[in-house]
């Protein structure tokens, strides 16, 4: 029997996974893989970017991927290679190389780029299918080119050029108040760096967080010395030339008139699914490129996507006919790691012949969690309550809140019928993990709210707690790892958190969670709770 030829397009953190799953196959001589990479260099984790932009942590610790190990069972990776069309009819991708590859099954795993906002001095391109037929060779796996001074933060060379800024103490602007611009924000001001945050909605994370919370994290950007300018829309760039000539961002112009001067402005806009592959293949694409549950295109049954690039619609002959669809790519590392271990044990059971054994992954709402020095901020579910809403209209909503903005601290918790749906959390850590564990398992709240804020109290002793440190309890949301797995890596040697990461991959997605596998391990170490484990 042939080999099932798998082709995958990308070669960030899912791709990785995607290789890791299905190199089961490759080695049996069921699968034959081929892996395109657009970048040099071996797959790592994009989510530690910011860190690695302000010299917190070192490219190898980065890694993800592992092509020795790839290579070695049979597959076949190319860096720095990209697929620059794809033939449907003939089931064949052309290559940068001028190489051209069959497949049986290919495989989307392109991730996003970062959004270029509409402003007078920076070019940014269209990439609709009349835009990418007639630049194609400009437009297809290329982000656009922008001005010296200006930078997004989605890959190595991106991280270089805030690096560089922040090791001279320059002024960098932050355009735009979400997840992935704050963390950079913090850390650059953190290591010393002059920042200033623009954005133009009325708090930090306003997709996230409600007005309440959002004005304490705003304090609480501000008590760390980063500026933060509200209300702001940002309208043009204005340029220096230096001394050797070069022309070089200057100032951000925004609608209301002001002029914001620094060395470095970082783009932190969103970002968008890269789909220029999918719409020159005449593949259906909304905001990702349209998949089904179980991840193969509307369009073609041979094709796939995972990750960023993937827009997950269960297709109805209503939909099939609407211009718009609901739903996007979730923009987050732990949804489409699942997918990518889903699908590659999919393939493994279509090369063997035998029955997929597993449903496809079905997502929850996904936790938002902000990852900063002496900042903690987490949020899910909707937040748009009011404790004060008349009860009529919502008969089964109950909205507890409680602020001390003096100390940076907040909570908002939304049930139904007294099951939690939707909370935020703002310098309270201990109590967001006790929501968390409570949102993950469907779980009622206490009849009196006030109890879970003593989980931040100068009395609480989270080794006493024994819920917090049950076996079943998820410590890592992004690989599923428990307190009961972490105990038996640790049981087999591996004392600190790294050696965990390496062992069970818990912390090395977000690393939102080493906090609580460094406490699970120190428990561990010490049954009175005393860490004697290093991080």
Same mark, same amino acid.
């Given at each position: 029997?042939?080999?099932?030829?798998v082709?995958?397009?990308?070669?960030?953190?899912?791709?990785?996974?995607?290789?890791?799953?299905?190199?089961?196959? &490759?080695?049996?001589?069921? =699968?034959?893989?081929t892996? +395109? *990479?657009?970048?040099?260099?071996? %797959?790592?984790?994009? /989510?530690? #970017?910011?860190?690695?932009?302000?010299?917190?942590?070192?490219?190898?610790?980065?890694?993800?991927?592992?092509?020795?190990?790839?290579?070695?069972?049979?597959?076949?990776?190319?860096?720095?290679?990209?697929?620059?069309?794809?033939?449907?009819?003939?089931?064949?991708?052309?290559?940068?190389?001028?190489?051209?590859?069959?497949?049986?099954?290919?495989?989307?795993?392109?991730?996003?780029?970062?959004?270029?906002?509409?402003?007078?001095?920076?070019?940014?391109?269209?990439?609709?299918?009349?835009?990418?037929e007639?630049?194609?060779?400009?437009l297809?796996?290329?982000?656009?080119?922008?001005?010296?001074?200006?930078?997004?933060?989605?890959?190595?060379?991106?991280?270089?050029?805030?690096?560089?800024?922040?090791?001279?103490?320059?002024?960098?602007? &932050?355009?735009?108040?979400g =997840?992935?611009?704050?963390? +950079? *924000?913090l850390?650059?001001?953190? %290591?010393?760096?002059? /920042?200033? #945050?623009?954005?133009?909605?009325?708090?930090?994370?306003?997709?996230?967080?409600?007005?309440?919370?959002?004005?304490?994290?705003?304090?609480?950007?501000?008590?760390?010395?980063?500026?933060?300018?509200?209300?702001?829309?940002?309208?043009?760039?204005?340029?220096?030339?230096?001394?050797?000539?070069?022309?070089?961002?200057?100032?951000?112009?925004?609608?209301?008139?002001?002029?914001?001067?620094?060395?470095?402005?970082?783009?932190?806009?969103?970002?968008?699914p890269?789909?220029?592959?999918?719409?020159?293949?005449?593949?259906?694409?909304?905001?990702?490129?349209?998949?089904?549950?179980?991840?193969?295109?509307?369009?073609?049954?041979?094709?796939?996507?995972?990750?960023?690039?993937?827009?997950v619609v269960?297709?109805?002959?209503?939909?099939?006919?609407?211009?718009?669809?609901?739903?996007?790519?979730?923009? +987050?590392?732990?949804?489409?790691?699942?997918?990518?271990?889903?699908?590659?044990?999919?393939?493994?059971?279509?090369?063997?012949?035998?029955?997929?054994?597993?449903?496809?992954?079905?997502?929850?709402?996904?936790?938002v969690m902000?990852?900063?020095?002496?900042?903690?901020?987490?949020?899910?579910?909707?937040?748009?309550?009011?404790?004060?809403?008349?009860?009529?209209?919502?008969?089964?909503?109950?909205v507890?809140?409680?602020?001390?903005?003096?100390?940076?601290?907040?909570?908002?918790?939304?049930?139904?019928?007294?099951?939690?749906?939707?909370?935020?959390?703002?310098?309270?850590p201990?109590?967001?993990?006790?929501?968390?564990?409570?949102?993950?398992?469907g779980?009622?709240?206490?009849?009196?709210?006030?109890?879970?804020?003593?989980?931040?109290?100068?009395?609480?002793?989270?080794?006493?707690?024994?819920?917090?440190?049950?076996?079943?309890?998820?410590?890592?949301?992004?690989?599923?790892?428990?307190?009961?797995?972490?105990?038996?890596?640790?049981?087999?040697?591996?004392?600190?958190?790294?050696?965990?990461?390496?062992?069970?991959?818990?912390?090395?997605?977000?690393?939102g969670?080493?906090?609580?596998?460094?406490?699970?391990?120190?428990?561990?170490?010490?049954?009175?709770?005393?860490?004697?484990?290093?991080?």
């Amino acid at each position: 029997m042939s080999p099932l030829h798998v082709v995958l397009v990308g070669y960030g953190p899912v791709g990785a996974r995607f290789v890791e799953e299905i190199l089961p196959g &490759v080695r049996t001589g069921a =699968v034959a893989l081929t892996v +395109l *990479a657009g970048e040099d260099v071996e %797959a790592y984790n994009r /989510v530690l #970017v910011a860190e690695y932009a302000v010299g917190n942590t070192e490219l190898d610790a980065m890694f993800v991927g592992d092509r020795e190990t790839a290579e070695e069972a049979g597959a076949r990776v190319l860096l720095g290679v990209d697929v620059t069309a794809v033939d449907r009819a003939a089931r064949t991708v052309a290559l940068s190389t001028g190489e051209t590859l069959a497949y049986d099954r290919l495989v989307l795993a392109t991730g996003a780029r970062a959004n270029v906002p509409t402003l007078d001095g920076i070019e940014r391109h269209r990439r609709d299918l009349a835009s990418l037929e007639k630049y194609g060779a400009q437009l297809v796996a290329r982000d656009d080119d922008l001005p010296a001074g200006i930078t997004a933060l989605r890959d190595l060379a991106d991280a270089e050029r805030v690096l560089e800024a922040v090791r001279a103490r320059r002024r960098i602007i &932050v355009l735009g108040a979400g =997840v992935l611009g704050l963390e +950079l *924000a913090l850390a650059a001001a953190h %290591a010393g760096a002059q /920042v200033c #945050v623009v954005h133009h909605g009325p708090h930090p994370m306003p997709r996230n967080l409600d007005r309440g919370g959002g004005h304490v994290l705003r304090s609480a950007l501000r008590r760390t010395g980063i500026q933060v300018i509200a209300h702001s829309r940002a309208e043009a760039v204005a340029f220096r030339t230096g001394e050797d000539g070069e022309r070089r961002f200057d100032m951000l112009v925004t609608a209301d008139g002001k002029q914001i001067r620094g060395d470095l402005l970082v783009l932190s806009c969103g970002v968008s699914p890269r789909t220029e592959l999918a719409v020159l293949a005449g593949l259906r694409t909304a905001s990702g490129v349209v998949v089904h549950p179980s991840l193969a295109s509307w369009t073609d049954p041979a094709i796939f996507a995972i990750g960023d690039c993937a827009q997950v619609v269960e297709r109805t002959e209503e939909l099939a006919r609407q211009r718009t669809l609901p739903g996007a790519p979730s923009g +987050l590392i732990a949804p489409g790691w699942r997918q990518a271990a889903w699908l590659a044990g999919s393939f493994l059971d279509e090369a063997v012949e035998r029955p997929t054994s597993a449903t496809p992954p079905v997502e929850r709402e996904p936790l938002v969690m902000l990852k900063a020095e002496h900042i903690d901020v987490v949020a899910v579910g909707d937040l748009g309550g009011d404790p004060f809403d008349d009860d009529a209209l919502h008969p089964r909503r109950r909205v507890s809140q409680w602020a001390d903005p003096e100390h940076l601290r907040y909570v908002k918790m939304v049930t139904e019928d007294g099951v939690l749906t939707g909370f935020a959390s703002v310098g309270m850590p201990r109590t967001a993990a006790e929501l968390t564990l409570l949102f993950e398992r469907g779980g009622e709240l206490p009849a009196d709210r006030s109890i879970l804020l003593r989980f931040d109290g100068p009395d609480y002793d989270p080794a006493a707690d024994a819920d917090a440190f049950a076996p079943a309890t998820t410590v890592c949301w992004c690989n599923a790892v428990t307190v009961g797995r972490i105990e038996e890596s640790a049981a087999c040697g591996n004392t600190t958190v790294e050696c965990v990461g390496r062992d069970t991959r818990a912390g090395t997605g977000c690393g939102g969670c080493r906090g609580r596998i460094a406490e699970v391990l120190a428990r561990v170490g010490d049954p009175d709770g005393e860490p004697t484990l290093t991080v």
